[in-house]
């Protein structure tokens, strides 16, 4: 199964996937491909795989990404490999992309695998604060994109399975925990 975590940047999809991977037994991360350069606390590996910007293009030229996509002038891909690999494995998958990802995966996977899309709303002034507040200090012009896609991110609700308003942390983590293990037992049935 893969469950996808969307909403705008800073709205605590990462955080979310962490709690998740930390609370249930065979719950894994996808982290994607990109070719942002590393800022603090990133993971190579973790949070993303890094590549240069002509190794991600080589990587769109083999087909190598189920899909991918350009955010913030940044080139972000989901690799074909690994989550076929990971699939494979029985894992329960959590995967956080943006909206148009998204409606790519749900398509391209929907014969093949249990999908289930989550997404994370946050009020506006919240969302500049948490953008703001964090640790690898966003320049006010990246705050401002951000804030921009906001509208667009918010008008592709209709394609997701869940939509949550994350205002608790703790009440969020424990409703998708429920969600996850309900979409499983359904998926035994």
Do not use: C, W
């Not at 959590?94 to 998204?102: E, L, P, Q, R, S």
């Amino acid at each position: 199964m893969l469950v996808i975590l969307s909403g705008v940047a800073g709205a605590g999809k990462d955080t979310i996937k962490k709690q998740l991977i930390e609370r249930m037994e065979n719950v894994e991360s996808l982290p994607s491909f990109t070719s942002r350069p590393i800022r603090e606390g990133d993971i190579e590996g973790q949070t993303y795989h890094f590549v240069s910007r002509e190794e991600f293009e080589k990587m769109i030229e083999n087909q190598e990404f189920y899909e991918y996509d350009i955010h913030h002038n940044q080139y972000y891909g989901t690799s074909r490999k690994l989550l076929n690999e990971k699939i494979k494995s029985g894992k329960i998958i959590v995967k956080d992309i943006d909206v148009n990802g998204t409606e790519h995966l749900k398509e391209l996977l929907k014969e093949d695998t249990r999908v289930v899309t989550i997404f994370l709303r946050v009020p506006k002034e919240e969302l500049k604060k948490r953008l703001e507040a964090r640790v690898d200090k966003p320049s006010p012009q990246e705050v401002i994109l951000r804030l921009n896609r906001f509208d667009y991110e918010e008008s592709k609700i209709s394609l997701y399975d869940y939509v949550l308003k994350n205002d608790n942390l703790e009440k969020t983590v424990q409703i998708i925990k429920t969600i996850i293990e309900n979409e499983q037992k359904m998926e035994e049935e």
